[in-house]
């Protein structure tokens, strides 16, 4: 029998364990892994060959488009897939095409009952010798893109280059988003200490961010395998998010190495509390702000570049997203009891020694 006041722990249990399974089992969407060729010319008839990821073999109705922007697309001539992962696709490219870029990238977009819909954002790039606005506004060749299929089954977006580590997201960024939650609980417990002089509120700072920073080692963790699968190395200088995210773990850090450096009980536990303070207020601005503020981040969300939008996180990957977001701080949470705990349990036998 669950004792009442242990519910959230028996549902932070439950929620990881949806996330687990959900995260693990849940296929990819159909995605496009290499377009060839990738570079064509303007007035040609041109055949490319698709390598597609988790499709099905559809002889009937595949259909395909080069979007070249909001109004105007040019359809597929002739569709043939060559085996369940392998499309062949035919395309008349107009002469004239209605930019005034000599050459542009544009996404290929296929779509058919079977696999649903897909696309791959700058997936080839096509020259025209010249420039004729006119021409190809009178161009009956362009069309809309129309009759695309869209599947309501349960996928997760694919992503060119980080094909299945997008489930590492259930693990690496609810990690750091729990980190936060607890180290803002271990800053709550320091001014109730500073506030009322109560050491058990000392002991709570201790545990929260024992576990916060522990939180932070794994998101780490996390991070550096993914940037090895997606980026081709563990870290990277370059990478701003990295770099105060380090700092802000050192900053942490700090903070155990100040407490050692008391013998005095009140006077460590005050310090601490006025440090703890300190290093979440300087975490934020670190983790949150200065990010933001760097173009060329590769880190979604910052820099330019947009997080937890369409291109980052789709409503199917919400149903585990932000359940994994509550399991882990609740995961976090009970960690923190159970060092408090034991912190307590120290502290009354050093009292009654």
């Given at each position: 029998m669950i004792e009442k006041q242990s519910?959230?722990?028996?549902?932070?249990?439950?929620?990881?364990?949806?996330?687990?399974?959900?995260?693990?089992?849940?296929?990819?969407?159909?995605?496009?892994?290499?377009?060839?060729?990738?570079?064509?010319?303007?007035?040609t008839q041109s055949t490319f060959v698709v390598n597609t990821y988790n499709t099905l073999q559809n002889i009937e109705s595949t259909n395909a488009w080069i979007r070249l922007d909001s109004v105007n697309a040019i359809k597929a001539k002739e569709t043939k897939w060559l085996s369940d992962n392998q499309l062949k696709i035919t395309f008349d490219?107009?002469?004239?095409?209605?930019?005034?870029?000599?050459?542009?990238?544009?996404?290929?977009?296929?779509?058919?009952?079977?696999?649903?819909?897909?696309?791959?954002?700058?997936?080839?790039?096509?020259?025209?010798k010249n420039v004729n606005l006119e021409a190809a506004a009178n161009d009956e060749a362009f069309t809309n893109i129309e009759g695309v299929h869209i599947k309501d089954k349960m996928a997760f977006?694919?992503?060119?280059?980080?094909?299945?580590?997008?489930?590492?997201?259930?693990?690496?960024?609810?990690?750091?988003?729990?980190?936060?939650?607890?180290?803002?609980?271990?800053m709550i417990q320091s001014g109730q200490f500073?506030?009322?002089?109560?050491?058990?509120?000392?002991?709570?700072?201790?545990s929260f961010t024992r576990v916060g920073v522990l939180f932070g080692i794994l998101g780490c963790v996390t991070g550096a395998i993914w940037a090895k699968n997606t980026w081709g190395t563990w870290w990277t200088f370059s990478e701003i998010k990295l770099n105060v995210s380090a700092i802000a773990m050192l900053i942490y850090l700090a903070y155990f190495v100040l407490r050692n450096s008391f013998e005095d009980e009140e006077k460590r536990a005050r310090v601490s509390a006025v440090y703890n303070i300190f290093a979440f207020v300087a975490m934020v601005p670190?983790?949150?702000?200065?990010?933001?503020?760097?173009?060329?981040?590769?880190?979604?969300?910052?820099?330019?570049?947009p997080g937890f939008g369409g291109e980052d996180l789709d409503n199917h990957m919400r149903k585990v997203f932000y359940p994994a977001i509550i399991g882990w701080t609740?995961?976090?949470?009970?960690?923190s009891t159970l060092m408090y705990r034991i912190e307590r349990l120290n502290f009354k036998l050093m009292d009654d020694e």
């Open positions: 519910w959230w722990k028996a549902l932070g249990v439950i929620i990881l364990l949806y996330v687990f399974v959900m995260g693990m089992v849940t296929p990819l969407g159909s995605g496009i892994l290499e377009v060839e060729p990738r570079s064509i010319e303007s007035g490219i107009p002469t004239y095409l209605p930019t005034e870029n000599l050459t542009d990238m544009y996404s290929l977009i296929i779509s058919d009952p079977e696999n649903g819909a897909f696309v791959r954002p700058s997936a080839l790039s096509i020259t025209q977006p694919f992503r060119a280059l980080i094909y299945e580590t997008i489930r590492n997201t259930y693990f690496h960024v609810p990690l750091w988003f729990a980190m936060v939650f607890i180290f803002m609980a271990s500073l506030r009322t002089g109560d050491p058990m509120h000392d002991l709570n700072a201790l670190l983790l949150f702000v200065i990010p933001r503020m760097v173009d060329g981040s590769l880190h979604p969300g910052n820099g330019g570049n609740l995961l976090g949470m009970w960690l």
